[in-house]
């Protein structure tokens, strides 16, 4: 009993109680940052949190924290996917790639998702059957694709953006961007498949050490195969979201979304290194940095500041897991 006792007084005391302080302040030291710079930055611009800007940034936030979703499950399983925002671009040219009415729509569907799953297989296929680097596979289909849209538009894309697309990107229900609600349904999936199924285990062993995943009887190829077939998929959702929320289109809509995606995940807490991670934490991310970027703007800093941070943001959390894995 006084054992008991004796840890119960321990928790409870000052000292007890500045210690579990400082035990979650290491552990959640980048968060904490993190927070405290949205903080002074609000601060720094009073307007950055007014409705009409708030509305805004959730319309910017959500085609971002799709992309993250996927970006995450690839990074979980120690890849990195550098196609996602040509994925994004070449969904976007395949929405107004035909008449521009509601009933192109199925077609649209289709073509988009069908598009981001072979590419994230082809990916996947180069990593895991011909061990291509990440970096230089996910490169290579990006460049592929670049190069594909400009013989298949002649370098000037044209069509219009089907109405009823323009309203899921851009459109709001009950004062909730409808893109909102489909970032939130792609992120309960993400969520059940990461967290509650058996794939999402699966996930975690091997992004913690293939050969130990290797031992235990997983299909380490299988695992990463989807995991690149998820995010082109989940990239294809949110160039048909991006093009519906700018309702215009063009070869490169979804430029610098690939760096923005993996900035967004590391913010968020996934690690480079993989197997350690979670969906809420990727979207944190990518909310905070849209905070940032659209602080930046506000502010009229030029947009090269903007990549100055993703690039000290990316660094940082190199250095950070560099330093955990001594």
Not at 48 to 76: E, H, R, S
Request: glycine share 12%; aromatic share 6%.
């Amino acid at each position: 009993m006084s054992t008991v006792f004796n840890a119960s007084t321990a928790i409870a005391s000052p000292d007890g109680l500045a210690a579990r302080l400082a035990a979650m302040l290491r552990n959640n030291r980048s968060a904490f940052a993190i927070l405290a710079l949205v903080a002074l930055t609000a601060v720094a611009v009073p307007s950055l949190f007014k409705p009409d800007n708030l509305l805004n940034i959730a319309l910017q936030f959500a085609p971002l924290g799709i992309v993250v979703v996927g970006q995450t499950f690839v990074i979980m399983v120690r890849g990195l996917d550098l196609s996602v925002g040509s994925v994004m671009s070449t969904a976007a040219v395949i929405a107004t790639a035909f008449s521009g009415t509601n009933a192109d729509l199925p077609w649209i569907l289709l073509l988009a998702i069908a598009m981001g799953a072979l590419v994230g297989a082809i990916n996947g296929l180069l990593v895991t059957k011909r061990n291509v680097s990440p970096f230089l596979a996910t490169l290579a289909t990006m460049i592929v694709l670049q190069g594909v849209r400009g013989a298949w538009t002649q370098g000037a894309p044209s069509g219009n953006v089907p109405p009823f697309l323009r309203t899921l990107g851009a459109g709001a229900s009950a004062g909730i961007p409808n893109n909102v609600v489909i970032l939130l349904a792609v992120a309960g999936l993400a969520y059940a498949l990461l967290h509650l199924a058996s794939f999402g285990r699966r996930v975690y062993i091997v992004g913690g050490g293939r050969n130990a995943a290797r031992l235990v009887g997983i299909d380490v190829d299988r695992v990463s195969m989807v995991a690149y077939v998820l995010s082109g998929i989940f990239a294809a959702i949110a160039g048909l979201v991006l093009c519906g929320y700018s309702g215009v289109v063009d070869n490169w809509v979804g430029k610098n979304y690939e760096l923005d995606s993996i900035v967004a995940a590391v913010m968020g807490g996934v690690a480079l290194s993989g197997g350690k991670g979670r969906i809420a934490g990727a979207l944190f991310g990518a909310a905070i940095l849209v905070v940032l970027s659209n602080a930046v703007v506000i502010i009229g800093l030029p947009v090269s500041v903007q990549l100055v941070i993703k690039g000290v943001i990316v660094v940082l959390a190199a250095a950070v897991y560099a330093r955990k894995s001594q």
